[in-house]
């Protein structure tokens, strides 16, 4: 998990450094990315990236793999967010510059 989280505060730094409104921030009790104090990406408690793509999303039309997010027992996965693995951790900076674009068009 030390990995995962290394890689998370390097991409968070940069995007920081590059854009003013971007800063730091929880969610569900894990670091997260902010834009103008709205989430877009964290990393999970299981070492993945979790993206804000938004509900029109569609996973199969990409290429890579994403699934929605859900961290509930009872409950369907939360609108718009899709978790990456950390064996494709070669695109989450993109895929967090990615959400960064999404988060912007829907302010």
Known sequence: MEE???LFEQ???KLIEKEKLVTTGK???TEAIKYD???FAFISKNGNMVFK???NFDPEAQDFESIPF???KNKGP???WFEVSFSQQELWESLTLEALTVIKKNK
């Open 4 to 6: 995962q989280k290394a």
């Open 27 to 29: 969610m569900m009790s």
């Open 11 to 13: 991409i968070r730094a």
């Open 78 to 80: 939360l609108a718009g």
């Open 37 to 39: 104090g709205n989430v």
């Open 53 to 55: 793509f938004g509900k």
């Open 70 to 72: 859900n961290p509930f």
